[in-house]
């Protein structure tokens, strides 16, 4: 649907936010140029020669940033939980909420119940919602179908996304999302269950994901978990310390976990891990938000520790029903009192190494995929700064228009 | 621009939230007819007979609404400040900000330099934004030009946005906002200007405002505005209460204001006499949200006193750089534990009080204007349970497409 482009195209007049280096890598009077799918060239007007463009776009002054990349999404579900919400806001407890079929549960019988095609239907709205603020790589996982063909059902229908839209798709197969009704209490046994389902995967999930906390499971469980995804050959992620400090940061390091996501409640010596591991920093000021949390992640020491640090939607019908990354950036920099650039790397370069693809995507540097957000804007700081407002000019993927 | 429209359309096969009543009158299988700009029936299709229509809508199920209505906005002005956010991310303190020319100085300065074309150019897009939503209704108040010249320019083009979009624009003559820079620390003077202004506001003006609070005017100060605000015959709204209690609640009930706005301080006695005057308690959840503040107004007092509480986005470029009037439903009921149905009354029947219109706008009754907005959802919880996402289907004024 989308054929590959050989052209050879250059942006001129723009403003670049390379990400390169620490910072930002803004580029006065910038250029990009890209032959085909790749970045040939991106810095000033001034050192550019030698390149014969097929088409020269005038930006007109327009900021340029890398494609955002959202790294963390449960967008893939069926249904929603507006009603919840409703009882909620209406006084009902969780417990009742729960007894009325409520919470995950739900979410897990109406992705259960749904098609493939149902699933990419439903998905499709919010997928689309994102794209139009710039996004060009998205992360999807699955986790509410729970038993190996609804996950693996959802895994193909998020697979699919991607010959429906022109977007990036990687997939975390995250069956240790919750236990499933028809395992009752026997955690344990669904955990077996879930870890055998690994070497059938295929090429449908490009990492394991797994949620390590009191109401789901256990370190050692997670542990149990990671041991089978490195005998697959599977890399690991990890929902961690979100609502208490479980010691998921550090057990997320120990196995060199791509990223570890949440962490509200992640102690000093799991962060220090962390950093000696390469493991990003997911931070998903979303559910946060929405979930009226008042204990933020440790930011300053993040920062000492020099993790880095992505942000993401959380897409998920239950604890962040968001479909917008620049309201991320503006949660990201409210909430947590991450600085612009900070905001802007997390959602870039730093998004691309939570997904392990930081040698392809997430900067304006030549051999990475030209992947690019055009923006209505000069100053990167009006990118966090305004809420429900998408200053986005163009989106362009693999150097073509999208 | 807008033709009048002399068509008569009918809604069918649509579930109605008609706002009247109580909570959000709903009503199942349900149909919206109109006779040119007003609804002649909206209730079920079981009761509906006798109307021969020129052209009839099957929703398909949709919902309808009243179009939504932002009752308070700052929309006009030049400028931005992501830069002053991102240098109080940075860690610069307001004084630091304020030293450096930030601050609402700031917003003044650019306003001032605007021409009137200027400034409608700059604030279009941020209309669209709301429009794109579903507003068909805006309150626009001055308050950035703080002299007759630059205060009537902001004001006229307010009223211009009209001219050039299809929304009812509604303005508040703000010049009590700040005193200007020329009158140094004579606020008192500035005071006396600024009510020697009111009687040449002509029909710019559909109400006063003010600023109420310690670091603005005080409550003496408004009382003299708002004595000359009668003289002049213009109704008034106040901003109140939203640092301190400064028994901003009680003096806009002493007026017989439209709305008291903010109120996260305002006291009980306040809120009484509020109750007692009919004045409408506007909250602004996105200025609370992103100054960070812990303190909410008092919901539960307003409940208890069946006050009509509305909320608005505030848009503004130093507080609540926010145009989306849906993410303002979703704060006020994560961060103020609005319900659904009070938050969905907030921005139609009591918006329309607030701006003295109810007897116009805010709900699907016969005799009022046929303004809706017709959304890609069935239940009401969805429209303020979502963050980013915007269903709507179609927009309509006086009864055409919009």
């Known amino acids: 649907m989308f054929a590959p482009n050989a052209k050879r195209r250059l942006w001129h007049h723009a403003r670049l936010a390379t990400m390169s280096g620490d910072g930002l890598g803004l580029v006065e009077n910038g250029v990009v140029a890209c032959a085909g799918p790749r970045i040939v060239y991106a810095g000033t007007a001034q050192e550019f020669s030698g390149f014969t463009a097929d088409e020269r776009i005038d930006c007109e002054g327009r900021l340029i940033t890398p494609g955002l990349i959202?790294?963390?999404?449960h967008?893939?579900?069926?249904?929603?939980?507006?009603?919840?919400f409703a009882l909620r806001l209406g006084g009902a407890s969780y417990e009742e909420i729960a007894r009325a079929g409520g919470g995950i549960a739900a979410t897990v019988k109406a992705t259960r119940q749904a098609s493939e095609e149902e699933l990419i239907t439903q998905s499709l709205p919010r997928l689309d919602a994102l794209l139009a603020e710039g996004v060009t790589t998205i992360e999807i996982k699955s986790g509410y179908g729970l038993s190996f063909a609804h996950e693996t059902k959802q895994l193909r229908a998020a697979r699919r996304l991607a010959e429906r839209r022109d977007v990036r798709v990687m997939t975390s197969f995250l069956g240790a999302h919750s236990v499933p009704p028809e395992f009752g209490s026997d955690r344990r046994g669904y955990l077996k269950e879930v870890c055998a389902m690994l070497p059938h995967l295929g090429d449908l999930a490009d990492a394991v994901d797994g949620f390590c906390e009191s109401i789901a499971f256990t370190p050692d469980e997670i542990a149990q978990l990671f041991d089978a995804a490195a005998a697959a050959g599977l890399k690991v992620r990890l929902h961690a310390d979100q609502l208490s400090d479980s010691g998921g940061a550090g057990l997320a390091a120990r196995f060199g976990a791509l990223s570890a996501d949440h962490l509200e409640h992640a102690s000093a010596l799991g962060l220090e891990a962390m950093a000696r591991a390469?493991?990003?920093a997911v931070l998903l000021p979303g559910a946060y938000?929405?979930?009226r949390d008042t204990h933020p992640p440790p930011v300053e020491t993040m920062r000492r520790l020099k993790l880095a640090i992505a942000l993401a939607s959380d897409c998920n019908p239950g604890t962040s029903p968001l479909t917008s990354l620049l309201m991320v950036l503006n949660m990201g920099a409210t909430l947590f009192r991450l600085r612009v650039e900070e905001c802007l790397r997390a959602v870039t370069v730093h998004a691309a190494m939570a997904l392990g693809l930081e040698r392809e995507l997430g900067?304006?540097?030549p051999g990475k995929i030209c992947d690019l957000a055009i923006w209505n804007v000069t100053e990167p700081a009006e990118l966090v700064y305004r809420m429900g407002f998408n200053p986005l000019h163009q989106r362009v993927r693999n150097g073509h228009d999208s």
């Open 278 to 280: 390469g493991t990003v």
């Open 363 to 365: 900067a304006l540097e």
């Open 289 to 291: 938000y929405f979930l």
């Open 75 to 84: 967008l893939v579900h069926a249904g929603d939980r507006a009603h919840e």
């Open 70 to 73: 959202d790294c963390h999404t």
